[in-house]
C-alpha cells in the first residue's frame, strides 16, 4: 500500500459526459501528479499541482482539467468524454523537497470505461 | 525530445531463468532513471533508480547501471520467480523536473 488513495475505482460513463476522479496523496505530501495509461499512448503525464498551484503541464487535453485542494486533495475533471478517453487514471504523490530526487508513489488507479 | 524505448514484450521465461530487459532513452542534459513494476490490478511502485551515470540501481534480486556512454538503464536479474511476473516500466526524469517519462512498458511471465 503505497499510501496513495484513488476514488473510484472503476468508473462507467457515457460519451459527452463529465466525471470527476478523486486523489488523496500519503499524509506530508505536498505534489500530486496526474497520469493516463492507454494502450495506444502508453503511460503518460497529464499534470501537477505542488501545494495547491499548478506547476508543470503534460499532454492534456483541453476538455480535461485539475484542481488541488486546501487539504492537498486533487481532483481531474474530464468532460465531453470521448471513447478515447477510456483508460487507466493514475495520481501519484512525492514529498517535493525540490532537486527532482525525491520518489512518487503511486495509487492504484481509476479505471474509466466510456462506452 | 525526451523519450524511453524498451523491448518489446511480452516475455515469458522459465523459474530461475537470467532476465534481461533493455530499456534506452534520449533524452536533454543528465536524467535520472528509473525502473518501475505494475503488478495486476495495482498502481505503479518503485523498483529501483539511478541518479547519475555508472550508477548501480539495485533492489530485491534486480539491478540496472546508468550507462551514459549508450544512454541505457537495462534491467537484469539473475534468477526469476513466479512472483515476478509484472509489467515493467523504464522512466526518466530531467533535472529540475518532476514529470517522469515512460517507456511503453514490457509484461513478464515467468512460469513455474
Known sequence: ?115 | GNSVTQMEGPVTLSEEAFLTINCTYTATGYPSLFWYVQYPGEGLQLLLKATKADDKGSNKGFEATYRKETTSFHLEKGSVQVSDSAVYFCALRLQGAQKLVFGQGTRLTINP
Open chain 1, 1 to 115: 500500500d503505497s499510501g496513495v488513495t484513488q476514488t473510484p475505482k472503476h468508473l462507467i460513463t457515457a460519451t459527452g459526459q463529465r466525471v470527476t476522479l478523486r486523489c488523496s496523496p500519503r499524509s506530508g505530501d505536498l505534489s500530486v501528479y496526474w497520469y493516463q495509461q492507454s494502450l495506444d499512448q502508453g503511460l503518460q503525464f497529464l499534470i501537477q499541482y505542488y501545494n495547491g498551484e499548478e506547476r508543470a503541464k503534460g499532454n492534456i487535453l483541453e476538455r480535461f482539467s485539475a484542481q488541488q485542494f486546501p487539504d492537498l486533495h486533487s481532483e481531474l475533471n474530464l468532460s465531453s468524454l470521448e471513447l478515447g478517453d477510456s483508460a487507466l487514471y493514475f495520481c501519484a504523490s512525492s514529498v517535493d523537497v525540490g532537486g527532482g530526487v525525491d520518489e512518487q508513489y503511486f495509487g492504484p488507479g481509476t479505471r474509466l470505461t466510456v462506452t
